[in-house]
Each structure stands twice: as structure tokens, then as C-alpha cells.
Antibody, heavy 126, light 108 residues
Framework: QVQLQQWGAGLLKPSETLSLTCAVYGGSFSGYYWSWIRQPPGKGLEWIGEINHSGSTNYNPSLKSRVTISVDTSKNQFSLKLSSVTAADTAVYYC????????????????????WGKGTTVTVSS | SSELTQDPAVSVALGQTVRITCQGDSLRSYYASWYQQKPGQAPVLVIYGKNNRPSGIPDRFSGSSSGNTASLTITGAQAEDEADYYCNSRDSSGNHGVFGGGTKLTVL
């Protein structure tokens, strides 16, 4: 059974860089889109971005200038960096395994995140 | 602003059927997936694709799609189904993921 274990600094000052890592245990690393999602206190989920095993990335346009997602296939890990953080970046950050594919003759794409990390609370405060 | 639109709140009487909807142009090309989130917990996938349930999800959860609208139906809602529900898909370009704003389900 695939499990995601995430870690990183939980308290940052404004202008610092958020850095989180997610390790994948118990499953294949290839064929998936490894994703980051965040949730500010009392608010909904926000998709941050994703990376596949070969390093191809997609980022939320609203965060693109500050986000970098990288992958280390030798360790089955992927990481998130978010630069120049402000209080608005205070949130619970989740890593997740994304699936994005066609199935059989169905013309619709399947896209879903079936395995999630437990979340890391990141607070930005001076 | 989200490219997927959900009603902020829905209520259902215990044992009755409730439908939660998600609207967006990209749903004409991509199936929505649905997540249940309880306070203090990570989201859990409950429906994906045409109408697929991951292992361990009760069969009272089902999904459907028509045009630009995806629906999550809970048939015979239970007290433990009270939670926030989020739809998720790709945006119209297909290059980015996107979530709906979430629907808070209250079971009366």
C-alpha cells in the first residue's frame, strides 16, 4: 500500500522560502503526477502544482513565479519550494499522488489524487 | 476564482439522498473526482472517473456527469458523511489542476 510521508519547516518569517519534501513508500514512482495542494485556515483546497518522474512540471499560474517542484527518483521523493512567503501562504500543505490518463475507449480524461500525505502546517509570521 | 463551482452548503436528513454538484467548462473533457474532508484530516478520494469508488468507500457514494456538470450522490446519508466535499479536475487548458470551492454537507 502506497504511503506518502511529508516533512518540512513549520514556522517561517515573511520573505523566507518554504521548503517541504514528500517521500513515496510502497509503490512505483513512475506513471504518476506527484502533486502539492494547500489549504489556508478555514478555506478550501488550492492546487499548487505537480511533477512527473521525468521532471516535467505544471504550476498554478497564480503561484508560478514563486514555486519550484523538483523530484529525486533515486530516493522516491519530490519537493516543494515557495519563495518570498507572506502571511497569505499560511496553510496546511499536502502532497498527493495524481493520476491523469485515458481509459480504454472512454473519450474523457481521468484525473484524480488517490493517495495523500497527512499534511504539514506552515505558518508565516514575523 | 475557481473554474469549478460548487454550492457552499447542502443539508440532508439522515437516511435520505443528497446530490452535490460541480460545474465547469472543463468537465466536458475531464471527469471530476470527489474528496471528502473531515475537520483536521487530509482529504479522502471517494469518487473518480465515470463512477469509480476506491477500495473502502461505501457504495452509497456514486458519481455522474452530464455536460459541464458533475454530481456526487450519497444515497442513504449517514451521520458520518457530514463533512466538506470538494470536486477536482483539470482547467480548460488541461495543464493545471483545479478544485471547486467545496460544499459543506450537514446531516440533520
Amino acid at each position: 500500500q502506497v504511503q506518502l510521508q511529508q516533512w518540512g519547516a513549520g514556522l517561517l518569517k515573511p520573505s523566507e522560502t518554504l521548503s517541504l519534501t514528500c517521500a513515496v513508500y510502497g509503490g512505483s514512482f513512475s506513471g504518476y503526477y506527484w502533486s502539492w495542494i494547500r489549504q489556508p485556515p478555514g478555506k478550501g483546497l488550492e492546487w499548487i502544482g505537480e511533477i512527473n518522474h521525468s521532471g516535467s512540471t505544471n504550476y498554478n499560474p497564480s503561484l508560478k513565479s514563486r514555486v519550484t517542484i523538483s523530484v529525486d527518483t533515486s530516493k522516491n521523493q519530490f519537493s516543494l519550494k515557495l519563495s518570498s512567503v507572506t502571511a497569505a501562504d499560511t496553510a496546511v500543505y499536502y502532497c498527493a499522488r495524481g493520476n491523469f490518463r485515458l481509459f480504454g475507449v472512454d473519450p474523457y480524461y481521468y484525473y484524480y489524487m488517490d493517495v495523500w500525505g497527512k499534511g504539514t502546517t506552515v505558518t508565516v509570521s514575523s | 476564482s475557481s473554474e469549478l463551482t460548487q454550492d457552499p452548503a447542502v443539508s440532508v436528513a439522515l437516511g435520505q439522498t443528497v446530490r452535490i454538484t460541480c460545474q465547469g467548462d472543463s468537465l466536458r473533457s475531464y471527469y471530476a473526482s470527489w474528496y471528502q474532508q473531515k475537520p483536521g484530516q487530509a482529504p479522502v478520494l471517494v469518487i473518480y472517473g465515470k463512477n469509480n469508488r476506491p477500495s473502502g468507500i461505501p457504495d452509497r457514494f456514486s458519481g455522474s456527469s452530464s455536460g459541464n456538470t458533475a454530481s456526487l450522490t450519497i444515497t442513504g446519508a449517514q451521520a458520518e458523511d457530514e463533512a466538506d466535499y470538494y470536486c477536482n479536475s483539470r482547467d480548460s487548458s488541461g495543464n493545471h489542476g483545479v478544485f471547486g470551492g467545496g460544499t459543506k454537507l450537514t446531516v440533520l
